[in-house]
T-cell receptor
Framework: DGGITQSPKYLFRKEGQNVTLSCEQN?????MYWYRQDPGQGLRLIYY???????QKGDIAEGYSVSREKKESFPLTVTSAQKNPTAFYLC?????????????FGPGTRLLVL | GQQVMQIPQYQHVQEGEDFTTYCNSS?????IQWYKQRPGGHPVFLIQ?????EVKKQKRLTFQFGEAKKNSSLHITATQTTDVGTYFC??????????FGTGTSLTVIP
């Protein structure tokens, strides 16, 4: 059953704590993305990776870090430097086939600050 | 930087009424995509438009790409409660980035 999985579904962070959100895909997609969604807002790009061991900052990368050691995995760490981390985090992957490139999203992780 | 704006931000309609959301880009797009996000869910791809002036239909949904490839619209005929959700347009940016619109949240009143 192919798809994208994210864990956990809900995550609580204490002040000054780093937390890591998991994203795994078995679609054999090259590109992976992390987005942040705030209530009533659109999707803002945090980081993206087009290939293993390479990634680029999106529009709101400050306070976040990523790694891409395997094609299937693209974990996101929310560091203590991110002062307003409460949001819905969505991971996506995509594959380019001619003109057609669509993003497949995981179910998301809701991060709350205690 | 590239911006993709959508209007309206919210829309409430009676079931059976039509609904339209508009998407405008600050730059010319090579293609535009539409996604639907159900309440509490994640965005799901609906369709991609590539050609200038292109019109595509999916049952009650009609998608249009502007002649200048800077705007797009999604029209739903005779809305149903299953149409509830937020509709996003998205356009490609530099590299492999996608720029998502601000979204239009549709509420259908039975």
């Amino acid at each position: 059953d192919g798809g994208i999985t994210q864990s956990p579904k809900y995550l609580f962070r204490k002040e000054g704590q780093n937390v890591t959100l998991s994203c795994e895909q078995n679609l054999n997609h090259d590109a992976m993305y992390w987005y942040r969604q705030d209530p009533g807002q659109g999707l803002r790009l945090i980081y993206y990776s087009q290939i293993v061991n390479d990634f680029q900052k999106g529009d709101i990368a400050e306070g976040y870090s990523v790694s891409r050691e395997k094609k299937e995995s693209f974990p996101l760490t929310v560091t203590s430097a991110q002062k307003n981390p409460t949001a819905f985090y969505l991971c996506a992957s995509s594959i380019f086939l001619g003109y057609q490139e669509t993003q497949y999203f995981g179910p998301g992780t809701r991060l709350l600050v205690l | 930087g590239q911006q993709v704006m959508q209007i309206p931000q919210y829309q409430h309609v009676q079931e059976g009424e039509d609904f339209t959301t508009y998407c405008n880009s600050s730059t010319t797009l090579s293609n535009i995509q539409w996604y639907k996000q159900r309440p509490g869910g994640h965005p799901v791809f609906l369709i991609q438009l590539v050609k200038s002036g292109e019109v595509k239909k999916q049952k009650r949904l009609t998608f249009q790409f502007g002649e200048a490839k800077k705007n797009s619209s999604l029209h739903i005929t005779a809305t149903q409660t299953t149409d509830v959700g937020t509709y996003f347009c998205a356009g490609p940016g530099l590299g492999n980035q996608f720029y998502f619109g601000t979204g239009t949240s549709l509420t259908v009143i039975p």
